[in-house]
């Protein structure tokens, strides 16, 4: 009998899980409220909003509803659990934009947008999970960068994680997909980039090393670091000092510090950045 009890377990939890298989809507999209509303700010095509019931007397919700509405989007209330079914984190909100496919740049559009310059462009050596790759564009976006590069096979892509963890920023920052990374570096660096791999066995750390001028900061994959290819193709290599017993830090935490490093050593030499947008965040401007 106590088998019997075990199978028919088994049983109803695979029911459970091709039950939300079929509730799940198809398409892609975008969860959570910052998300929702950074969208809208960027004039992303959105083809209908789906919010969870009982959200009603949710001020917040409410006006970002209200924004739908103005915009001509077609506002959906769905049971809580489709949103669940589809939300790549638990993370709602209560809300999700169903979009289409995502409009990946190319590498010159990215090259375009650099100008004349310092310039950073950031490019991912086969980056595979997406909280990482949404974390670095939210940073590289942060910064003023001027495009992200990834691979077009075996890395993360612009899906419902990667718009949540970015908090939106994928939709202000160009990011090209391309079959081939290190004739990508190439491509940059006809267009006057020095091409700078980020390794902690480089020689020199970031301050030995400047990250001046016209930079594509080259990180590479969470297990393997940058591949051989893509180590030949970079002019430079540097590392982030580093005091600590911990081994390193995380890619999206080292990028993180390096496009920041970019950004001190450049800011006087970068034109006046735009005022930033109110609300939504956290008073110093973070958001968790």
């Known amino acids: 009998m106590t088998k019997r009890v075990r199978g028919d377990k088994r049983s109803g939890r695979t029911s459970d899980r091709q039950a939300a298989a079929k509730r799940r809507p198809a398409g892609e999209y975008i969860e959570g409220r910052r998300a929702a509303t950074e969208a809208l700010r960027a004039g992303f095509p959105v083809k209908r909003a789906l919010v969870a019931e009982g959200e009603g007397k949710d001020a917040a919700l409410a006006q970002l509803v209200a924004y739908l509405h103005a915009a001509g989007v077609p506002v959906i209330t769905r049971p809580r659990a489709e949103l669940d079914a589809l939300s790549a984190h638990g993370a709602h909100q209560g809300i999700a934009l169903e979009v289409g496919a995502f409009p990946y740049a190319e590498l010159a559009d990215i090259v375009a947008r650099a100008g004349e310059g310092p310039a950073l462009v950031v490019v991912l050596d086969h980056v595979t999970d997406a909280g990482n790759f949404g974390a670095i564009v939210r940073s590289a976006e942060v910064v003023g960068a001027a495009g992200v590069v990834i691979a077009s096979k075996r890395a993360a892509e612009v899906n419902v994680g990667a718009y949540k963890t970015s908090a939106g920023a994928v939709m202000h920052l160009p990011i090209?997909?391309?079959?081939?990374?290190?004739?990508?570096?190439?491509?940059?660096?006809?267009?006057?980039?020095?091409?700078?791999?980020?390794?902690?066995?480089?020689?020199?750390?970031?301050?030995?090393?400047?990250?001046?001028?016209?930079?594509?900061?080259?990180?590479?994959?969470?297990?393997?670091?940058?591949?051989?290819?893509?180590?030949?193709?970079?002019?430079?290599?540097?590392?982030?000092?580093?005091?600590?017993?911990?081994?390193?830090?995380?890619?999206?935490?080292?990028?993180?510090?390096?496009?920041y490093e970019w950004l001190r050593v450049n800011e006087a030499a970068l034109p006046a950045a735009p005022e930033p947008q109110v609300g939504g965040g956290a008073a110093a401007g973070a958001e968790v």
Request: proline residues 4%; contains cysteine; aromatic residues 4%.
């Open 176 to 259: 090209a997909r391309v079959p081939n990374i290190a004739r990508a570096l190439e491509d940059l660096k006809a267009a006057g980039f020095w091409t700078v791999g980020a390794s902690e066995h480089a020689e020199g750390t970031c301050w030995e090393t400047p990250l001046t001028g016209r930079i594509a900061l080259v990180m590479g994959s969470e297990g393997e670091g940058l591949s051989r290819l893509v180590l030949e193709a970079c002019d430079d290599l540097v590392r982030l000092p580093q005091r600590g017993m911990t081994e390193s830090l995380n890619v999206a935490q080292a990028t993180t510090a390096l496009v």
